[in-house]
């Protein structure tokens, strides 16, 4: 596919969704923009964001249903665990590339190439670093050396398929004559697609669009091949970037679902797209993707990944479509146009607000959950209408917001193997605390006491009685999912062991109940980066 040549900026009036004209009409191959989804490869580096292989697949077939063009399934060499999610997803995958990420040493390739062998449509993404500080401290590598390794990279991944894309990591701070030199080799080798990595959030909209223009239209064989848009978030200019490098001719942005990445984050795939759709007038651009699943991945990734998306969060965030001020309010009434630019139902979004109580069935329920956008496999759908009963038994009404931190916390333990059933906490002026806790760890319960400086320290060493570790807690934070006082507390801890840092979240009405959740949801992602080795995120930077 190549990508127009013009590559001009487009100074148009402003258009109001209505005037906008729709994507589907201008289908033209070259206003394409291919999306390359790396929530499960550069998201799941993200500190504390560990996904278990069943995430992993839920994930991969969502974002599949969604009409992605390519999923960047993991990096195959980085562990045994991320070998088998890239296997087991290029197996499962209906319509997608499926991609694994590789350095430029041949068991990287190798291992990469194995692991997407059973993908319909299987892709390598080789990478290596261009810039002067990267070669010089991390790879240790002189620039000729560098370029041999561009060639070598890309021709052992064309050994295994044809579809080979090749990335020069920390591209925004490369030497411009370097980086022309490396894609160009790159190019020679086999290379279909350029992704032209600003791996530190470095770049801004008119330098990125020059460099992708320039590389696209000065490189012998620049026209043949996809250019692609890798932008990360670290100051706010990632979808900005990834916008810019289109106009300019790239036809492939990497992005993740609600940004998740290393730092500030990668662009954000559900911005990319509806920014696309939203502003067709002044980007004439189009792609596969169906907008409406976006707040149903959004809501999966942020419970598997237990990374909560911020409340203000652009397309996914909790009040992007809320209007709270009287004169917002009334605005809306007369014509929801006034504030409102693009349609909630566009990113899956469901106008009902109506709550439930402890009277409404499953039916009812089910319909809840659809109209929030989850779908629950029946055990699990089962698991969550027995712990929302238990939920509107304590509580008078239940909120959408109580049924989004209950079924995040369902998806999110389903596979767990320690478990929290029944806990006691002493709490009050006399101290000290005191907490009895009984686990259940791979079927077998375990209960212990413990004292502590106040009911959290109890409930916390109670715990780490049953399962010893030396990881740190570096944080500890409580909201309220509702308002009133019986709202239910949203608790989430971090621990950090060495190199692993996870997260971990639990809801429930009693504070110390939640926060027992949250430690032990921490703990088995703990045990599960402890089974698979060297953490990803130490060998991809
Ligand atoms: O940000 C980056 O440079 C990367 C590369 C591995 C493509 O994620
Ligand atoms: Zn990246």
Redesign the pocket.
């Known amino acids: 596919m190549a990508a127009s040549k013009s590559g001009t900026d487009t100074a148009k009036s402003p258009s109001t969704p209505g005037s906008a004209k729709p994507a589907k009409e201008r289908r033209d191959d070259k206003d394409r923009v291919l999306i390359f989804d ?1 929530t499960l ?2 998201g799941e ?1 993200s500190p504390g964001a560990a996904m278990t292989l069943e995430d992993k697949l839920k994930v991969a077939a969502l974002l599949d249903e969604m009409g992605v063009d390519i999923i960047e399934a993991g990096f195959p060499i980085s562990s045994n665990g991320d070998f088998e999610a890239v296997t087991e997803i290029a197996k499962i995958v209906k319509n997608a590339t499926v991609c694994g ?1 590789a350095r430029a040493g041949a068991a990287d390739i190798d291992r990469a190439g194995e692991a997407v062998k059973h993908a319909k449509r299987p892709r390598i ?1 080789s ?1 290596l ?1 261009t810039s002067p500080v990267h070669m010089k401290y991390k790879l240790q590598m002189e620039p000729h050396q560098v370029l041999e390794a561009v060639t070598f990279s890309v021709s052992r991944a064309r050994k295994w398929t044809d579809d080979v894309e090749w ?1 020069p ?3 925004t701070r490369t030497e411009r004559d370097f980086l022309f030199r490396c894609c160009e080799a790159a190019i020679k080798a086999g290379a279909t697609t350029i ?1 032209i ?4 959030g470095y770049t801004v909209p008119e330098e990125y669009y020059q460099l992708i223009y320039d590389l696209r239209t000065k490189i012998p064989g620049g026209d043949k091949i996809v250019w692609s848009t ?1 932008c ?1 978030n670290d100051l706010g200019m990632a979808v900005a970037n990834s916008l810019a490098g289109v106009r300019a001719g790239a036809r492939q942005i ?1 992005c993740t679902i609600n940004g998740l ?2 730092r500030a984050g ?1 662009a954000a795939l559900e911005e990319v797209v509806m920014a696309i759709n939203t502003r067709n007038d002044v980007l004439p651009y189009w792609n596969k993707v169906d907008a409406t699943k976006f707040v149903r991945a959004s809501k999966l990734v942020a419970a598997v990944s237990a990374f909560p998306v911020q409340y203000n969060k652009a397309i996914v965030g909790r009040n992007a479509f809320s209007h709270e001020s009287g004169i917002h309010q009334d605005g809306m009434l007369k014509h929801h146009e006034t504030y409102e630019i693009m349609e909630p139902e566009s990113v899956g979004l469901s106008k009902s607000t109506l709550s439930l109580g402890k009277l409404s069935g499953r039916a009812a329920f089910r319909d809840k959950l659809k109209a929030l956008g989850y779908e629950l496999g029946d055990n699990a759908f089962q698991d969550a209408f027995r712990r929302f009963k238990d939920l509107a038994d304590k509580k008078k009404l239940v909120f959408d917001e109580d049924i989004e931190a209950l079924v995040d916390q369902e998806v999110a333990s389903q596979t767990d193997r320690i478990k929290v059933v029944a806990l006691t906490v002493i709490a009050g002026t006399g101290g000290p605390q005191k907490a009895t806790i009984t686990l259940e760890i791979d079927g077998r319960h375990e209960t212990r006491e413990a004292s502590g400086d106040g009911p959290v320290d109890a409930v916390f060493k109670a715990i780490k009685a049953i399962v010893p570790h030396e990881a740190r807690l570096p944080l500890y934070q409580v909201m309220a999912v509702t308002e009133g006082t019986d709202a239910q507390a949203e608790v989430m801890v971090r621990l950090e062991e060495g190199d692993n840092t996870v997260t971990g979240r639990g809801a429930d009405t009693d504070t110390m109940v939640a926060s027992a959740r949250a430690y032990v949801s921490a703990l088995n992602k703990l045990l599960m980066r402890r089974e698979r080795g060297p953490s990803a995120q130490r060998m ?2």
Do not use: I, K, M
């Not at 990595?197 to 530190?200: R, S």
């Open positions: 790396t490869r550069d580096q990420l993404h990478f670093s990335s990591e920390d591209a992704n990595p600003d791996t530190v890798h990360h990497e990445g290393e990668n991809a930077s």
